[in-house]
């Protein structure tokens, strides 16, 4: 298959930022055959290749990047019953939220709570996605995946994928080795919905509803989102963001105590996790660390509804972006003594 890329394409359009530079190529990949094509491409050339899916976790220098980026516009879904499991196969550039809606719609419980994140099916076992205590890493029996090391497509199992909070091997383990292009989930026809979050279950019971469906659920988690502008919508003075811009620290017993000695807060969120750390609130954490929702620092700032969402105003830059989120961390690193992990792949920054 030839491919046939374009020059000098500007990537701030396939972003949610709105901010970034340029691709030295660029070339959409409707099929596998493309992307392995692409590859070689790039390979010829000694070039980098680099994949973008919906571009709701990406921000990309101004200086744009020399590589070859592919944007993944696989599409597809399959479903078939096994036993008492409904399997479903996604390609890569299948938009997230409406495979979640289809699941819903036919009564298969596993992705409820996960309805409204932005982005394509690929970047979900990138990060491991998760949210209202869900993880899509609960669901995903195995994926199927370029190997840009040798140009073959091999089949990586739940396990293989070492996923972790918000984390995977395609995120930290070995990044840019691997490229998604079809994902597998089990779902559980039938099944109760997911209702593990404090804030779900408020917004359930002033709903009045005592006995949730999977789709009362999700109606719950889209009205959250949307009163947090973590629904992309045209008009949203927030809209511009990669929704939460840091992941939730995991600390130690005694870290967490330090944290709420000097916050001097008895009701500071926190969340005992399985290992014997605790999960704090990175939100809770930059608010505390005297950055109210709203702020502005020029063409950047905080969400007027979420602490967690760094927003790009207009005249904004990348470099704006990444340094505000630095100012964020240096600031809750020494009130606190916790560092925040960003959430978004960085491009050149």
């Known amino acids: 298959m030839r491919v046939r890329p374009r020059e000098n394409v500007p990537l701030a359009p396939y972003c949610t930022l709105e901010v970034g530079g340029p691709a030295r190529y660029f070339v959409e990949a409707r099929d596998e055959t493309m992307v392995q094509a692409a590859l070689a491409w790039a390979r010829r050339r000694g070039l980098a290749m680099r ?13 744009g990047v020399e590589a070859l980026v592919v944007r993944i516009g696989l599409r597809g879904v399959t479903a078939r019953r096994r036993g008492p499991h409904a399997v479903v196969t996604a390609a890569a550039g299948e938009p ?25 099916v690929g970047a979900t076992p990138i ?24 140009g073959k497509v091999l089949t990586l199992s ?9 984390d995977s091997v395609f995120k930290s383990g070995e990044p840019e080795r691997w490229v998604v292009l079809a994902v597998r989930y089990r779902l559980r026809p039938g099944g109760a919905p997911t209702v593990r979050y404090a804030e779900v279950e408020r917004h359930l019971g002033a709903r009045g509803t005592g006995t949730p469906s999977l789709a009362d659920v ?66 809770w954490l930059i608010e505390r660390a005297g950055f109210a929702r709203g702020l502005r620092d020029g063409p950047v700032g905080l969400s007027t509804r979420h602490a967690l969402a760094i927003v790009a105003h207009e005249g904004a830059q990348a470099r704006d ?29």
């Open 127 to 150: 990060q491991n996605v998760g949210a209202y205590g869900q993880e899509v890493s609960e669901t995903v029996i195995h994926l199927r995946a370029l190997d840009t090391r040798d």
């Open 96 to 120: 997230w939220d409406a495979l979640v809606g289809r699941a819903v719609e036919r009564g298969w419980a596993g992705l409820e709570c996960l309805s409204g994140i932005p982005g394509s």
């Open 321 to 349: 972006v990444a340094r505000f989120a630095r100012r964020v961390q240096a600031v809750v690193a020494e009130r606190f003594g916790v560092r925040l992990i960003p959430e978004p792949v960085f491009w050149g920054l």
């Open 218 to 283: 999700r109606a719950s988690v889209l009205d959250i989102r949307r009163s947090k502008s973590m629904v992309i919508e045209p008009g949203d003075e927030n809209r511009r963001s990669c929704g939460s811009f840091f992941t939730n620290p995991i600390v130690t017993v005694a870290a967490a105590a330090k944290v709420q000695a000097v916050a001097s807060d008895p009701a500071m969120p926190q969340w005992p996790q399985p290992d014997g750390r605790v999960k704090l609130a990175a939100g």
């Open 51 to 63: 994949v973008i899916g919906g571009g709701s976790n990406l921000l990309v220098a101004d200086e």
């Open 158 to 166: 739940n396990h293989d994928c070492r996923f972790t909070y918000r």
